[in-house]
């Protein structure tokens, strides 16, 4: 799980507890100006391949976490529970996609979503 915060015109993603070994990442931080969009989407998560792992972990119905390449695309996992993911969209980044479990996704998004409109 990530906690997300915004701080100096970033969004902050904390990795929390363990997840910081499965994930090899402490935290991101990412430019307002870079997120092109947020969405809650537990779906995402619920789907058996989540790409080629690069750095990080997957284990089938317990974990994704760390880097993974698909569809020429690189992603950021952390997520335990599918139910609990929001997608963060952005461009001019290392990620094209950040897939993470929060505690409240409706929040988490909002609180992007409170920021302005993304180009």
């Known amino acids: 799980m990530v906690e997300l915060s915004i701080f100096e015109g970033k969004l902050v993603l ?21 997120i092109t ?26 974990i994704t976490a760390g880097t993974f390449y698909q569809h020429g695309q690189r992603l950021f996992w952390d997520v335990h529970h599918p139910d609990k993911t929001v997608v963060i969209e952005l461009r001019d980044e290392r990620y094209n996609e950040l897939i993470v479990e929060v505690a409240n996704p409706d929040a988490a998004v909002r609180l992007v979503e409170s920021m302005g409109p993304r180009t």
């Open 37 to 62: 969009g947020i969405r809650a989407d537990p779906e995402i998560a619920r789907g058996w391949f989540h790409g080629i792992r690069l750095p990080g972990t997957f284990v089938p119905g317990v």
């Open 14 to 34: 904390d990795v929390q507890g363990a997840d910081k070994l499965w994930a090899l990442k402490s935290s991101l931080e990412i430019p307002l100006e870079h």
